[in-house]
């Protein structure tokens, strides 16, 4: 249902005064589109989702995919009511979204396993929009099993899993559990190139907001080796060991704090703002960050 590659987890841009900056969505989904990216999830984590309005998100989707060009657009969903995660998905579907990303809802730590499929079964029962789960249990405290995965994929609608575990044992295990034609994203990506071997299609990545290019010449190398192409797999694999301690750096890093930040000091943004309860970032550390960047990968051009 999903291309593979890469899909930044896009931050959502901001005026001074905390305002949805729909125009600014607009050139960052450019930037993402010229750098190869394959798609892009709107209003997740990294998008400040949770500080958004329902009516917030709407717009938001409509404008990414009315300025997506070929990219794929998801909207990310993070709610505890199976209602609102229908309207959301509903809205997406008619705005023309790919699919939607969706977080398990974590709010009734009472909720059993079967309670959680049954919520999942019934909401891509209920919506026409292909339904990617996602597995992100620092934040939601629930750890899907690779079991109830594989119960999932049997609805035709259900089109894969990010999983922002960072635990190496999923890779196999949900890949073991979801048949061919579900896609499978890594989002903890130090893992990228161990998920990429287990066959998984690709990332969904915070990281991805910054480096668009490096990330998406790593998978898209790694998938021309994986036909037999040697020298595009060792490419990728040298891109990948440069990008490494970036990943990392930017992942120890408040986010999105930090991802609109950099975004901001290179002209892809017009303003760095987050909404409360988060903060802006150190630009201290903004500083340091960026001359680790271009040290190791280049300055992040398309």
Not at 210 to 224: C, K, L, Y
Request: hydrophobic share 45%.
């Amino acid at each position: 249902m999903l291309n593979p590659g890469v899909y930044p987890a896009a931050v959502t841009p901001m005026t001074p005064d905390g305002a949805v900056d729909l125009p600014a969505v607009a050139r960052l989904l450019a930037w993402f589109e010229a750098s190869g990216c394959a798609g892009a999830v709107v209003a997740g984590t990294n998008g400040e989702g949770p500080s958004l309005s329902t009516y917030e998100k709407r717009d938001l989707i409509r404008a990414a995919v009315a300025s997506a060009g070929k990219l794929s657009i998801l909207l990310g969903v993070a709610t505890s009511s199976l209602e609102e995660a229908v309207w959301l998905c509903e809205q997406a579907r008619k705005a023309g979204a790919a699919a939607a990303l969706v977080m398990p809802p974590g709010y009734f730590r009472e909720a059993t396993e079967e309670g959680i499929g049954q919520w999942f079964s019934a909401l891509i029962e209920r919506t026409a929009l292909p339904i990617v789960v996602y597995n992100f249990p620092q934040r939601t405290g629930i750890e899907l099993s690779a079991a109830l995965l594989g119960r999932l994929a049997k609805h035709e609608r259900m089109a894969g899993v990010k999983d922002s575990s960072g635990k190496a044992e999923n890779l196999a295990a949900y890949r073991a559990a979801l048949a061919d034609g579900k896609c499978l994203f890594v989002g903890n990506e130090t893992l990228l190139w161990d998920a990429l071997e287990a066959g998984w299609s690709g990332t969904i990545s915070g990281v991805a907001n910054v480096v668009p290019r490096w990330m998406s010449q790593i998978v898209a190398e790694f998938m021309g080796g994986a036909r037999s192409v040697v020298p595009a797999r060792e490419s990728a694999q040298t891109k990948f060991a440069l990008a490494l301690p970036v990943v990392k750096a930017l992942r120890a890093e408040p986010q999105p704090a930090t991802n609109k930040a950099l975004l901001e000091s290179l002209g892809l943004l017009p303003c760095g703002a987050v909404r409360l309860p988060l903060l802006s970032a150190d630009p201290s550390r903004i500083k340091g960050l960026r001359s680790q960047i271009e040290e190791r990968v280049g300055v992040p051009t398309p």
